[in-house]
């Protein structure tokens, strides 16, 4: 067996309690073997000094979308997409996707993020990159039926379950997948009612967009005579292993539809403020026993893929929405974006215990905006950032070793990167 033992750091346990300790790794089998005074195994990293945490999961982002990183900004979610998005990813290529998704991988190593969920176009070339990288996800082709025909709106939702079931346990395992149909307003309900039975007979876990603007709601609930997520159980689209993204517009009959369904939400604060799109009542969804876990969306409404500040962001909305400075504390934050992300998406990830998955992220602490260390819970939710990430690790294999990403080459993908989207926007705007 090979092993990788990352010495005396102080570990984040699932409880939220941080102890010194080894954390032993079996590298063939890209789980934890051990947490404590670990005698065996070469010191395959030092984290002495530093703080050992989960690999951080983002549940909900269209990871190429780093190519339009400040593409559009200021807008509401509506206009935005309509009027900019929308016209520019009509012209992606599947080599974009791929140079986007490289970009956006190397963004997450770089901070600490190990696993992602991803919808978007060109779902081949993303799990390609997951497999060269090393990185876990949970993937899914977004389905939209607005604005196509019939036979087009089909076989939206024909590639997304076609994709799901062909791409399950790729890369060794590290890629999971599900059907991912893009929202409740943007695929029609007859297209709900054939394709969604075909995903639960095939086992395959749903995932939407949903509840995400106001201006979203009133509409649905003029059609369907009932909330959206009421009506989105009525279609099938809430079981136990499926999640939605947003769930901002969401009521307390919703939050106990959830609870009981069991679908979880992954809440975006960021892209919620930068689209003015409202203020998710985080702490009661958590109080209706909801499962909450945390994503970036995309770097067009973020604009960065950093859960660091995904968590600072959720623990101060989480505030403002409540009306109270005791909602959605620093526990809670990252517990979202480890076991609550790592749940909602249905990985075993996001927690550093013996049999879980290796993913794991160590933090240097050694900087004066980390000093005193009174508390290094409070910390990771109000003042690490993605740079304070000195090694990640994923499946046991480590994908970052001293700031110095291993399996990816840094200025080529950004090469890349910045003459793809160039290229991409003179495309759209010919
Ligand atoms: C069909 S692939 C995914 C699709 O979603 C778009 N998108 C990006 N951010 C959001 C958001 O906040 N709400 C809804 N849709 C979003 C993305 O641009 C792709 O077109
Ligand atoms: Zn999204």
């Given at each position: 067996m090979t092993t990788l033992r990352i010495a005396d750091g102080q570990v984040l346990r699932p409880d939220m309690t941080i102890e010194r300790a080894d954390v032993l790794v079996d590298q063939d089998a890209g789980t934890i073997l051990d947490v404590g005074d670990v005698d065996e195994?070469?010191?395959?990293?030092d984290a002495e000094g530093d703080l050992v945490i989960p690999g951080l999961v983002n549940?909900?982002?269209?990871?190429?979308m780093t190519l339009l990183r400040g593409y559009a900004d200021d807008k509401p979610l509506d206009a935005w997409l309509q009027e900019d998005i929308w016209p520019v990813e009509a012209e992606l290529t599947a080599e974009d996707v791929r140079v986007g998704t490289r970009l956006g991988v190397l963004e997450m190593i770089r901070s600490g993020t190990t696993c992602f969920a991803d919808m978007y176009f060109d779902m081949p070339a993303v799990a390609e990159v997951v497999e060269e990288t090393g990185m876990r996800a949970m993937l899914g082709y977004g389905a939209i039926t607005v604005g196509q025909d019939d036979e087009a709106a089909r076989q939206e939702l024909q590639d997304s379950l076609a994709f799901a079931k062909e791409y399950d346990g790729a890369a060794d395992g590290r890629i999971s997948t599900a059907f991912k149909p893009h929202s409740l307003t943007t695929v029609g309900e007859e297209y709900y009612r054939e394709f969604v039975p075909e995903a639960n007979e095939a086992g395959l876990p749903i995932h939407f967009h949903a509840n995400e603007t106001e201006g979203e709601v009133d509409p649905l609930v003029d059609e369907h005579g009932e909330r959206p997520l009421e009506y989105a159980d009525d279609v099938g689209l809430l079981g136990e292993d499926s999640f939605i993204a947003h769930g901002v517009h969401t009521d307390a009959t919703e939050h106990e539809l959830l609870a009981e369904r069991g679908t979880a939400v992954v809440h975006c604060p960021a892209s919620n403020m930068k689209l003015a799109s409202g203020m998710a009542p985080v702490q009661d969804m958590l109080d209706a026993g909801v499962t909450v876990g945390l994503g970036t969306d995309g770097a067009a409404s973020n604009n960065d893929l950093s859960m660091f500040d995904e968590m600072r962001d959720a623990a101060m909305l989480g505030k403002l929405a409540a009306d109270d400075a005791s909602a959605v504390d620093a526990p809670t934050v990252v517990e979202m974006a480890t076991q609550g992300s790592a749940a909602a998406i249905g990985v075993d990830s996001g927690r550093i215990e013996?049999?879980?998955?290796a993913d794991l992220a160590v933090i240097d602490l050694d900087e004066p905006r980390l000093t005193p260390g009174h508390d290094l819970v409070s910390h990771l939710a109000y003042a690490v950032t993605g740079s304070d990430v000195r090694h990640t690790v994923c499946d046991g294999q480590v994908l970052m070793r001293d700031r110095t990403v291993l399996t990816l080459d840094e200025q080529q993908v950004v090469q890349d990167a910045t003459e793809h989207a160039r290229a991409l926007v003179d495309r759209a705007e010919e």
């Open positions: 195994g070469d010191v395959g990293l549940a909900h982002t269209h990871v190429a013996p049999g879980a998955n």
